[in-house]
């Protein structure tokens, strides 16, 4: 009884007591993975400018000089490690038209970035990609007040949730059972049931909990508490026989 207990308990932990906390938990994880995913690619954007100007500056002028770039660059993004979503890593230099041109890149997928997110200053944002809903980070690679080109760090946030989901829809993985991103989202303000929105430098990302798949992982959980706690039961049985 007292494992029992225990196991309830901790359920009223992970999930709150009622649906209202529950839904305020997904809330919570979520906006937790976003900032860490954004965390991320900031963090490796930011090495990357900070380290590679002379790099950058020799592969530009002469290209057999690439290779020691690409060697930076599989350094500051090696690949991740267990199911965290790799962030990849891509240098882009100016050309003279004012468009801009891939130098060189990590391992990993990465998608082209707009020439106007390219030529401003460093920024987080959202896009959709053929994987799925990306996080990109811009910073400048600068030396001697010269801008040499922009570092794009990006990473998958959320697979697209296929099937008959309309196009901007993606679905995200979370300790409570998946939701489902939309972007770009509503700018409405009105408070939806089951809903919330997390809003990036100004982009506006939709998240939808479903209360079935809430219930669901709640009973899961639930079932494996009891199963744990029955545990010493059965052996206590089996003991006396």
């Known amino acids: 009884m007292a494992l029992a207990a225990a196991g309830l ?3 009223a932990w992970r999930f709150g007591i009622g649906p209202g906390a529950a839904q305020s938990r997904v809330e919570r994880d979520v906006r937790d993975r976003v900032d860490r995913r954004e965390t991320d690619v900031r963090s490796l954007a930011a090495r990357v400018a900070r380290d590679s100007d002379s790099a950058v500056a020799a592969a530009t002028a002469q290209p057999d000089n690439l290779p020691a770039l690409f060697d930076l660059l599989a350094r500051e993004a090696p690949a991740p490690q267990g199911a965290t979503p790799p962030a990849t890593v891509t240098v882009y230099v100016r050309q003279p038209e004012g468009q801009y041109r891939i130098l ?3 391992d990993g997928p990465a998608e082209a970035v707009g020439a106007d997110r390219l030529a401003g200053g460093e920024a987080v944002f959202a896009a959709p990609g053929t994987l799925g809903l990306r996080l990109v980070y811009v910073q400048p690679i600068v ?14 946030l959320a697979p697209a949730a296929g099937g008959s989901q309309p196009t901007g829809t993606y679905r995200l993985d979370t300790r409570f059972g998946p939701v ?24 506006v990302i939709d998240v939808d909990v479903n209360p079935t798949d809430l219930r669901a992982a709640r009973l899961t959980f639930r079932r494996r508490a009891l199963v744990i706690a029955a545990v010493p039961l059965a052996v206590g049985v089996l003991d006396r026989k």
């Open 9 to 11: 308990a901790a359920e």
């Open 104 to 106: 060189a890149w990590s």
């Open 143 to 156: 030396s001697a007040a010269r801008r040499l080109g922009t570092a794009a760090a990006e990473t998958v």
């Open 180 to 203: 489902t991103l939309r972007f770009p989202g509503n700018r409405d303000s009105t408070p939806r049931p089951n809903s919330f929105s997390i809003v990036t430098s100004g982009q």
